[in-house]
Nanobody
Framework: QVQLVESGGGLVQTGGSLRLSCAAS????????MGWFRQTPGKEREFVAG????????VYATSVTGRFTISRDNAKNTVYLQMNSLKPEDTAVYYC???????????????????WGQGTQVTVSS
């Protein structure tokens, strides 16, 4: 079973950037599709971005397209979320998740992912 740990969250001003990391242990990440989700109090968990095994397929939520970039370094067992042009509405706890689906698969629903990290807080001040 793979374990996931997110890092890189923090407080940033509107228009700023952050890079989140999701480090895996226990198993190699190279055979997992990965996703980033976010959640704010009182709201449902929201899909942000997803990436397939190789990194060749990526999917983004409309709200972050053009601002966020998901990537992975399988040699380092790490997935990243580069977040640029941050807005106050991006404030949330961000979670990474892993799914052992086929190589080209990218999922956008949380129920499709079986392993989750503990989350990292991102706060964007106006």
């Amino acid at each position: 079973q793979v374990q996931l740990v997110e890092s890189g969250g923090g407080l940033v001003q509107t228009g700023g950037s952050l890079r989140l990391s999701c480090a895996a242990s226990g198993r190699t990440l190279s055979t997992y599709a990965m996703g980033w989700f976010r959640q704010t109090p009182g709201k449902e968990r929201e899909f942000v971005a997803g990436i397939n095994w190789s990194g060749g397929n990526t999917v983004y939520a409309t709200s972050v397209t053009g601002r966020f970039t998901i990537s992975r370094d399988n040699a380092k067992n790490t997935v990243y979320l580069q977040m640029n042009s941050l807005k106050p509405e991006d404030t949330a706890v961000y979670y990474c998740a892993a799914s052992d689906r086929p190589p080209e698969w990218v999922g956008i629903r949380g129920a499709q992912y079986g392993t989750w990290g503990q989350g990292t807080q991102v706060t964007v001040s106006s």
